[in-house]
């Protein structure tokens, strides 16, 4: 394992967390868009395809694939009797570890674009696998290329939902800041204003904005404690965004704020000013 797997993995270790709900908690930790309900814990539908292929991959899981839910895509199940609930949560943070730092860009057609049409046209963004599934069979997977790091997997997946294209990702593995590079010259001022306004909560890291990249440092040493504070705060600003009601009052406010600059390129000023006006009043 890696620095960041590590300090995640001892964290579930002495969690005190159980059953589904450790397994929840391993699997939003790693990246996949899971939830919780009284029927057991699933898999959501902004998930890809791939992360299927690669929960099938870790031996003790069963996934369930379901048809005609508006919410979820599949069941997640332990199905072992000979090996723990807390041996495949660990084994499910493992994944593809060893990974360097490349990740699948949000939107391919537009990465780097500075087009404000094209800006237009991106919907919600591209849904994006944690990683190629590879070496099915074992317990735990190791690739190396594709793969999004454990740190920043489950904000990179929900940037889309929040209408955030992404290009480049990199948790720091516990050694440097948590990088992300974003698709469109607008992207880190919506991304901004939406995380000023619904996710502010990072007391133990700090978030730099620019245009086209967020960077995300511990406050402090990079210490065990540090760097799982920060990757807590990551946690918090994503589960934020995996939130239906929040994901449709984003998509409203972004759709008004289309509308008022049409095929108009606007200043960087005008834009954010009108994004604030939108999200707000989504929000208040």
């Given at each position: 394992m890696n620095r960041t797997q590590r300090i995640t993995s001892d964290w579930l270790l002495q969690s005190g967390l159980t059953g589904d709900e450790l397994l929840l908690e391993a699997l939003l930790r790693r990246g996949f868009l899971a939830f919780r309900d009284e029927a057991g814990v699933w898999l959501g539908t902004g998930s890809h395809p791939l992360d299927l292929d690669v929960l099938r991959g870790v031996r003790g899981l069963k996934i369930e694939r379901v048809f005609g839910h508006k919410d979820r895509m599949a069941r997640v199940n332990i199905n072992d009797a000979k090996k723990s609930t807390m041996d495949i949560a660990i084994c499910i943070v493992a994944l593809f570890d060893g990974y360097s730092s490349f990740t699948t860009c949000g939107i391919p057609d537009f990465r780097g674009s500075t087009e404000w049409n094209s800006y237009r046209k991106m919907a919600w963004g591209a849904k994006l696998p944690i990683g190629p599934a590879t070496n099915r069979g074992v317990d735990c997977q190791t690739v190396r290329s594709g793969a999004l790091d454990l740190g920043v997997a489950l904000l990179v997946k929900v940037f889309p939902l929040a209408r955030i294209a992404t290009s480049f990702s990199c948790d720091g593995h516990g050694e440097k800041e948590a990088d992300i590079w974003l698709s469109f010259d607008w992207d880190g001022l919506w991304g901004k204003i939406v995380f000023e306004t619904i996710g502010n909560d990072a007391p133990n890291s700090i978030w730099n904005w620019?245009?086209?990249?967020?960077?995300?440092?511990?406050?402090?040493?990079?210490?065990?404690?540090e760097i799982f504070g920060?990757?807590?705060?990551?946690?918090?600003?994503a589960r934020c965004l995996l939130h239906q009601p929040t994901i449709d009052k984003i998509g409203r406010a972004r759709t008004r704020t289309l509308a008022v600059f049409g095929e108009s390129r606007p200043s960087t000023e005008r834009f954010a000013k009108e994004v604030r006006i939108q999200i707000n009043e989504e929000f208040t």
């Open positions: 620019s245009d086209r990249a967020v960077t995300i440092a511990p406050r402090g040493e990079f210490g065990d404690a920060m990757l807590t705060d990551i946690q918090h600003f």
